[in-house]
């Protein structure tokens, strides 16, 4: 049976193909004869008790620069007209995340929402990973600026991320020596 597939997630015009992984699920989806719809969270409509949003009909390919083909955008009720979402913007994780989360919860029984909202928002990634310490090297999530100096002196060079990053952004090592640590600790505390 052909499922109707909605994705929520970023735009399609600025994926990479080769290690997307939700643009590989709509590969998979649409290899088992699915039919794929793609839309932006921000137009995500609660109204008079039915979520909606503003989608495109869309075909993908493998081929970097020509990997979707997109019909007209209209307005879908994501229960009466799609069988599954597919949850997968990147983060930031802010109150717009957790309300567009909180909207699709509430097609809990009638339309499959996956990654499940509820737990999206329990379980945001750089934290959910804390639960599995023992597997980790050294860790510290503070924004304690003598917790990070005490940390850095003890392990040497370190690795310094943001919580709410995504994609690889904002990542950086600290040298043994803590060369540029103030200025990545004052860059981070904005």
């Known amino acids: 049976m052909a499922l109707r597939v ?11 193909v080769a290690g997307d992984s939700s643009f590989a699920l709509m590969l998979g989806a649409q290899a088992r004869g699915h039919q794929l719809w793609h839309y932006p ?25 020509d990997h979707f083909t997109a019909g007209e955008a209209r307005r879908i009720d994501l229960a ?14 802010h109150l717009g995340y957790i309300s567009a989360a909180l909207l699709l919860d509430r097609l809990k029984g009638v339309t499959l929402v996956a990654n499940d909202p509820r737990e999206v928002i329990n379980a945001p990634e750089k934290m959910f990973v804390l639960d599995y310490a023992r597997f980790m090297p050294p860790t510290l999530v503070t924004r304690d600026i003598a917790e990070i100096r005490a940390f850095q002196r003890r392990h040497g ?4 991320k943001p919580l709410h990053g995504n ?5 950086f090592r600290i040298d043994a020596d803590g ?12």
């Open 80 to 93: 009466a007209d799609i069988d599954v979402v597919l949850m997968r913007q990147d983060p930031p994780f």
């Open 6 to 16: 909605a994705v929520q997630m970023d735009p399609l015009e600025t994926i990479g």
């Open 167 to 171: 994609g690889g952004k904002a990542i």
């Open 41 to 65: 969270v921000e137009s995500l409509t609660w109204h008079d008790g039915r979520i909606t949003a503003l989608a495109r009909p869309v075909t993908v390919r493998r081929a970097a620069g």
């Open 179 to 190: 060369g540029n640590l103030s200025a990545l600790i004052e860059v981070f505390n904005q």
């Open 157 to 160: 060079a370190v690795v310094v």
